[in-house]
Each structure stands twice: as C-alpha cells, then as structure tokens.
C-alpha cells in the first residue's frame, strides 16, 4: 500500500508543468454550436472548462493560502521541510475541483457527421507520469518507471476489439459517442476520448484517434467496522492487459464459528470479439459456499441488436437465497440456480436525431431446486418452494448522455444518462405446489435541467403474481433522486444529492420481510429486529470537492443525514416507526489507481435498536455509485428490498 502511495505521489507530483501545452498546438477555428464551445486543432478535440472564471489565476486563491501557510511553518525546521516536499502538492500547479463543461457527449463530433473512417488508431497512456492534457509527457522519476512497469499496460488490439465501430463505416456522432463511454467504463482506465482528424485534401474521410488513459491494475480494499469484523481484498481488473479480472478476498469475524474465509473471481472480457464476458465465482465463508459461472451479453450500444445470458451456480450452507433477499432461514440452505436469457432489439423512428429510441423484445427461464431447506407445504415456507419461473418483456428505451464531472467521482469524466425506459414484463410460474402468473410495469425517466444544472431521476414501479384470481406477493416502488449543480465556496466545490423512496409489499408471504439497513435505508444501519411490509427512506448528503491533494489522493468531506420509516402494510406508513442516522466523514481517491475510494466514516444512530449501537465508525473501500442509465437486460419481477 505505501508503495502504491508512494507512487501515486511522484506521479502526481511530476505532471503539473506545461499542462494542455499538446492540446493548445496550431488551432484552426472556433465552432459555436448550441451547447458547447470547442476548440479544432491539427490533431486535437479540447472541450472548455464549465465556468471560465474558474481558469483564471485567482481561481485557487483560497487553496494557495492554506497551503502557503502549512509551508511557511513546514519550512522552519528541516525535518517538517522535508515532510511538506514529500506529501503536499500546491493548488497552483494543479487544478482537481476544475469542472470541464457540461455538453451533450455527441456535440464535439456532429460537425463530422457521415464521413467515413479511414484509420482507427489506439493509443495508451500508462498510469504514472503521463496525462491526457499533455500527451507527451512521460514518466521521469524510477518509482514512476517502476509503478509503470509492476502494470500490465491495456493493449490496444484489446481496446481495439472493445469497439462497436470499424474501419469504413460513416461516422455517426451518436454512436462514436457511445463507443467513447464503454471505454471510459472500464473499470480499469481512468478516462478516455476520441480525436477526430480531417484527412488533409479530402472531405469525405476522417481519422479516429483513441487515446487512453490507464489506471493502476492492482488494487487492495480493507472493509473494517466496528464489530471487529474484517475483509480485506486483493485484485486486479487488467490482468495481461485485456481486460481479465483476478479477485481475492479473505474473511474474518470473530463471533462466528467459521471465522476465517474467502471468495474469489475471474472474469474473462470480451470472447472472441462476440462481446460476451465470463466469470467464475467461488465463495467459502461463514455466511454460505458457492460455486457458479456466468456468461453475459448486454445490449451495450445502440446498434446492438441481441443480447443474452447463461448462469449456473450451487450454494450451500446459506441463511439467505440471495444477499439482498427479504427473509433469513435458521435452517441451512442447500439449492442449485439455472437462468437462461435471450433478447432482440429494434430501431424506433424520433424527431430528435440524437435521441435514439429502441424498442426491446426479452424472454428468459430461470429454476431453483432446493435439496436442503425448512419444512414446506402449500403454504408453509412458499418462499423456499421448488420453482421454475418463465418471462417475456417488452421494452422501449430512449437514452442520451451528457458529460460532466465531479459528481460521483473526484474529476474524470462521467456520462450522464438522460431519457426514459417503459417496460412491462409477464410470465408465467410453475411452483412446486401451485402455478400462477406474473405481470409488472416499470417506468423510469432521467432529466438534466440545464437552467439549473441539476438532475433529476423518478422511478414507479409494479409488479405481482396471480394465483387463482388472487393478486399476491406484489411490490410497488416510488423513486426519486436528484443531484444539484456544484456550486463554490472559495476553493471548495459543494454538490447535493438526495434520493427519496418508497417500497409497499402487496400481500408478500408471511415469512418476508424488508429492512432499512445500510444500502436499503440508513447507511451504516444493521439490525435484526426493524423489519417490516413498507418503507419510507430519505438520504441526503452534501459532499465539498476540495482542491487539496496527499500522496496522489484527492480528498473529498461530506456530511449526511438518513431517516428510515418502516412498518405493517396494514397502516399508513407514517404510523411505521422512524429510524435515523446522521454523520460525516471523508473519501479519498486517486484517479491512477483502480482502487476503491477509501472511506472513513463517523455516524450517530439517534434511536438505535437493542442489537445495535448508536455510535459506529468504518473505514471500507467503496465503489464508484452509478446512473440508472434505462438499459435493458434479463426481464424480472419487480424487486422487494
């Protein structure tokens, strides 16, 4: 870890000078289109940043002072001097709270639109000592050469293979947008963007350069709580430099009587350029064993056309069937789980020539056959009866995004998915003691108001079984989220978020139940006994980008406030009983590395239950929260958690 730190540092440290001096060179015209400013040069695209002001040299005044007066008392002794040299890097020569301007991800290629390709060229920036605003710096210093040298840099024939697009095809903005987001995705490259190069003397063919920015492929995670319970995970997401995922994590609690364990996972990306991805899974801990494979299709572009997947998997010894499922089992459960999965997709006709709307046709079967599990009966434990589930779904979904940043992570590039998706999904279930069928509805839509530069996401969503005429085990859920636009305070940058949801059980089995803990509710909330039928949450947090930066890592404080009602569905749900949970704390992360953001927190549980306390701490790595971006994949029932 402290190598790793170390070298994020140097990296950081030496990437400061001549910043965009690559992409500033010989500019040949402004374009102005309606919701951007570029800049076209010889061989570059630069999108301005979000608030010019914000370039100016008084931008970071406020950084510069707090760093000028840690280095004024630094240096009055030598060993603070040599301190401050080591881990500090000024605000002046670097800019990480800068917001790049937020535009629609096909603007910057429109004017290119129905050219044809002529050459696709891929070129990849290995994670220490290089930066996209200047592609010709390289790594100076040994430990950048060393930590450039431990990766396995991307190769580009793999990221060549990761394309939807090809030599000879017409540029189409949409779609060369489209193949710029699944890049930048990749949980193993920082970021990525495509230049558009005019072929000189003709103008019908264009160039496409790829350019790549790597992240560091080896990462570790530590998830310590104040239970004493410890995970600590060892992996990398590049593996051989295409793509191939290795996964280590070791277990320990010490109130369990298995206290030692571990899972692991390989994933394999992209077979044979059929885009169909493949992991093996295997899981040994004190919470269940289990074994399965999956191979996975998506409807990743919109040219895509058919999508599918297969998964086959054993558990044993679990008290749960899934997770996240609504029911624990005192009695280990021992099940096998098939699913089958196929989808075809059309084009739909819109006014908006980039607004792509698709139509989606989906089947899929799915069996779980239990061999160990509680006494059952007609309707005794219908949650652990034999099953074999068939469902069909239609789907129609219209997606765009727009580009913006310092949102869910500390500066790279992040899409923005706006649009709506309408599904409904029915089938049938064949049960071991009944049979009945399944209908749901859910409908989704995103927009990005741009008066306010806010974002907005809703959500409702149906869905149930029919049993002899007889609505049952149904959920309704009721969404929304939002994030506001940042805004500054010196030179801090503050953005809201809030997400407020509703979950009902419609006649759910006895045995079910749904809880407010941690990712369902209050985050940081554990506890057996609050569980009910209905739910009522709201999140808030308020989260300050700084500009402030130690050993390559950015640093993030924010503040949250969670309240959790749950209870009976036989009562209105503000007659449930109320839950809450405040705190604050800190995240940190470096962009070089595919590490987790490290999260220390400190949360206060003004009402907590008998099983839990009302003062926790945790220090965990967390993955990067994602958009709900309307794809479509396997149809399912509407979940209840």
């Known amino acids: 870890m402290l190598i790793v730190i170390l070298i994020s540092y140097f990296s950081s440290a030496n990437a400061q000078q001549n910043i965009q001096k690559d992409s500033l060179v010989n500019p040949i015209k402004n374009i102005d289109l309606p919701d951007s400013t570029i800049i076209i040069s010889r061989d570059t695209i630069v999108f301005l940043m979000d608030t010019v002001n914000e370039r100016k040299k008084d931008s970071h005044k406020s950084g510069s002072k707090f760093y000028h007066a840690i280095q004024r008392g630094a240096y009055k002794r030598k060993f603070t001097k040599e301190l401050y040299k080591l ?16 535009e629609r991800s096909e603007t910057a290629f429109v004017i290119y639109q129905g050219k044809t390709i002529r050459n696709i060229e891929v070129r990849v920036l290995e994670p220490f000592g290089s930066s996209l605003h200047d592609t ?90 104040s239970n004493l319970s410890t995970e600590f995970e060892i992996y990398s997401r590049n593996l ?49 064993s289990v074994i399965g494979i999956d191979f996975e299709r998506d409807f990743n ?61 989906t089947g899929r079967i799915s069996s779980r056959k239990f061999f160990e599990r509680p006494e059952t009966g007609p309707d005794l434990n219908q949650f652990f009866h034999n099953n074999i589930l068939y469902l069909g779904g239609i789907s129609i979904s219209q997606t765009q995004y727009y580009k913006s940043n310092l949102i869910y992570n500390f500066g790279r590039t992040e899409d923005i998915p706006y649009g709506f998706l309408a599904q409904m999904n029915f089938g049938y279930e064949d049960r071991e003691y009944s049979h009945r069928l399944y209908l749901g509805f859910d409908f989704q839509k995103a927009s990005y108001i741009r008066k306010t530069r806010s974002y907005f996401f809703n959500r409702v969503a149906i869905g149930g079984f029919f049993n002899s005429k007889r609505f049952e085990q149904g959920t309704l859920i009721a969404q929304s989220k939002f994030f506001s636009r940042i805004r500054k305070l010196g030179a801090l940058r503050f953005r809201n978020f809030g997400d407020l949801k509703y979950t009902l059980g419609i006649r759910r089995f006895p045995e079910e139940f749904i809880t407010i803990n941690n990712k369902h509710g209050i985050r940081g909330f554990k506890s057996e006994e609050v569980i009910g039928k209905q739910k009522l949450s709201l999140n808030l947090e308020s989260v300050a980008f700084t500009p402030y930066m130690l050993g390559g890592f ?35 992360h470096n962009e070089n590395l595919v590490f987790k953001t490290i999260q220390l927190r400190l949360a206060f549980y003004p009402k907590a239950p008998s099983d839990f306390q009302s003062i926790a701490f945790r220090l965990s790595g967390e993955e990067r929260p994602r958009f709900n971006d309307f794809k479509v994949g396997q149809p399912d029932v509407v979940p209840y958690e």
């Open 301 to 361: 572009t919109y040219n895509t056309k058919r999508a599918g997947g297969f998964s086959l998997s054993k558990t044993m010894r679990s008290d749960k069937i899934m997770d996240d499922d609504p029911i624990r089992n005192e009695i280990p459960l021992d099940f096998n789980y098939g699913n089958l999965w196929y989808g075809t997709s059309i084009k739909l006709d819109s006014k908006n020539l980039f607004a792509r709307r698709k139509m989606f046709f």
């Open 554 to 588: 950015k640093f993030a404080f924010y503040t949250f406030g969670d309240v959790g009602i749950i209870g009976s569905n036989q009562k209105h749900i503000f007659k449930g009983e109320y839950y809450y949970g405040l705190g604050f704390g800190v995240r940190l």
């Open 87 to 102: 881990f500090f890097v000024a605000p002046d020569k670097i800019s990480p709270t800068d917001t790049i301007k937020t």
């Open 240 to 288: 051989y430099g295409i793509g191939h995922e290795f996964s280590n994590n070791f277990h320990y609690d010490r109130d369990e009587d298995q206290k030692f364990g571990y899972s692991g996972r390989y994933k394999v990306r992209n077979i044979k350029r059929s885009f169909i991805d493949a992991s093996l899974i295997y899981e040994n801990t004190y919470e269940k």
């Open 136 to 225: 010709t710096k390289v790594a100076n210093s040994w430990i950048e050469r060393a930590g450039n040298d431990l990766h396995h840099t991307s190769r580009r024939g793999h990221l060549r293979k990761m394309l939807h697009l090809n030599e000879g095809d017409k540029l189409d903005a949409y779609t060369l947008a489209d193949n710029e987001r699944l890049i930048r995705q990749l949980n193993y490259i920082k970021d990525a963007f495509f230049r558009v190069i005019p072929v000189k003397g003709s103008n019908k063919f264009v160039d496409l350069q790829l350019w790549v920015k790597d992240q560091f492929s080896w990462g570790i995670d530590v998830d310590l709580g």
